[in-house]
Nanobody, 124 residues
Framework: QVQLVESGGGLVQAGGSLRLSCAASGIITSINNMGWYRQAPGKQRELVAAITTGGSTSYADSVKGRFTISRDNAKNTVYLQMNSLKPEDTAVYYC??????????????????WGQGTQVTVSS
C-alpha cells in the first residue's frame, strides 16, 4: 500500500504561481513513476506532468514552458511548480504514484495510487 499526501493548492490570480507537493509513504519501489493529473468540472481527468525515478519527464502540451515537475527521491516527494497560471488551469489536481520494475525493454509500471486531490483556482 502507498499513501499520498498533497499540499500547495489554493487561489491565485492569473499570471501568478503555485507549487504543489506530494509525499508518498508506504511500500515504495526503487523504480516508480509519479505525476500530476487534473480534472476540471465536467471534464475528464488529464495528465499534467509525470516524472520517473530516473528523472525522465513528460508534460501536457497546454502546460509546457509554464509548469515544471521535479522530485526528491530521498523524500519520495514530487513537486509541480506552476508559473504563468491561467484561468483554464483551474481544476482539482491529483497526485499519482505507480510502482515499477525492470522490464525486458524498459520499466514496467503497475499498481497506481492516487492522492485525495487539491484544488487550484486561478481567477481572471
Amino acid at each position: 500500500q502507498v499513501q499520498l499526501v498533497e499540499s500547495g493548492g489554493g487561489l491565485v490570480q492569473a499570471g501568478g504561481s503555485l507549487r504543489l507537493s506530494c509525499a508518498a509513504s508506504g511500500i515504495i519501489t526503487s523504480i516508480n513513476n509519479m505525476g500530476w493529473y487534473r480534472q476540471a468540472p465536467g471534464k475528464q481527468r488529464e495528465l499534467v506532468a509525470a516524472i520517473t525515478t530516473g528523472g525522465s519527464t513528460s508534460y501536457a502540451d497546454s502546460v509546457k514552458g509554464r509548469f515544471t515537475i521535479s522530485r526528491d527521491n530521498a523524500k519520495n516527494t514530487v513537486y509541480l511548480q506552476m508559473n504563468s497560471l491561467k484561468p483554464e488551469d483551474t481544476a482539482v489536481y491529483y497526485c499519482k504514484y505507480q510502482a515499477g520494475r525492470v522490464g525486458y525493454s524498459g520499466p514496467i509500471y503497475y499498481n497506481a495510487y492516487w492522492g485525495q486531490g487539491t484544488q487550484v483556482t486561478v481567477s481572471s
